[in-house]
């Protein structure tokens, strides 16, 4: 038996629409919906082993692409930043400078930008 990698199941948020559609089901099944392999065998008419190996195939096929194009990595990258902005504007004090209450509405200007952006495609 193997363990469930549930990166896997970020990663095809991604990269799923890459996956024939075969192989994006069963992986839907599996990660997405918690089914077993034998219930998902079951429903696809297919055996045991060929939803495993349709899986392990998934799940190779979304690391390659993600270790090729690093989109997922990018995104907890922007929205990790986006976050540092918003702490670092919310660490302004209230009664600080114009100058400074300006950087910080900015700050959080960028952020929401960032989250906006990178939800839509994400």
Not at 11 to 35: A, P, V
Not at 59 to 84: I, K, M, N
Request: hydrophobic residues 40%; aromatic residues 8%.
């Amino acid at each position: 038996m193997f363990e469930k990698d549930m990166t896997v199941s970020f990663l095809l948020d991604f990269y799923g629409n890459t996956l024939s559609e075969h192989t994006r089901t069963m992986l839907s099944m599996y990660y997405g919906e918690d089914l077993s392999l034998a219930e998902i065998a079951e429903s696809e008419g297919i055996s045991r082993q060929g939803v495993r190996h349709a899986i392990k195939k998934g799940e190779e096929e979304l690391r390659f692409l993600e270790e090729q194009l690093g989109l997922a990595e990018q995104f907890c990258r922007l929205r990790d930043t986006a976050a540092r902005l918003t702490l670092l504007a919310d660490g302004i004090a209230p009664d600080a400078d114009a100058a400074s209450l300006a950087l910080a509405e900015e700050a959080r200007h960028c952020a929401a930008l960032i989250y906006a952006e990178n939800t839509e495609e994400g």
